[in-house]
């Protein structure tokens, strides 16, 4: 449902470049990208869940912590470098929080954003997992 993902890093005295692929670093293809900045302090992000899409992390800036629930079991990862990314399945409520000053998310998806697609409810989310 979820893991890490390891963005493999090319650079040299100039600096670092980080490369994302279809179907390569980015394990599906992608449709759609956007990414979070600006969160003040004690604020998050998402509380969701998405139906059909999959989703690949990264904070490219800062560092932030995804909590990850799939009803029975929580966890949280800490995302601190920008060779590191998250990738989450379909169905996989998600709580993005504790942002650094001046931390940048992007998010990589494989679907254009759909309403129809989000699961705000998290009791609608539970019930959805049986």
């Known amino acids: 449902m979820y893991?890490?993902?390891?963005?493999?890093?090319h650079g040299d005295e100039r600096g670092k470049l980080y490369v994302l692929e279809n179907q390569k670093e980015i394990p599906f293809d992608i449709k759609r990208?956007?990414?979070i900045s600006g969160v003040k302090n004690?604020?998050?992000?998402g509380n969701?869940?998405?139906l059909n899409s999959q989703f690949v992390l990264?904070?490219?800036a800062g560092t932030c912590k995804i909590e990850i629930d799939l009803g029975k079991k929580k966890e949280i990862?800490?995302?601190?470098r920008a060779d590191k990314g998250l990738y989450l399945a379909p169905n996989v409520w998600k709580?993005?929080?504790d942002f650094s000053?001046?931390?940048v998310l992007l998010v990589v998806s494989d679907t254009e954003y759909l309403a129809e697609d989000y699961i705000y409810d998290y009791e609608e989310y539970l019930k959805s997992l049986s």
Request: net charge neutral.
């Open 3 to 9: 893991r890490l993902i390891q963005i493999k890093e």
């Open 33 to 35: 990208i956007f990414y």
């Open 42 to 45: 004690g604020e998050s992000r």
């Open 48 to 50: 969701h869940a998405n």
């Open 58 to 60: 990264i904070c490219v």
């Open 77 to 80: 990862v800490v995302l601190d």
């Open 95 to 97: 709580r993005m929080y």
């Open 101 to 103: 000053e001046g931390a």
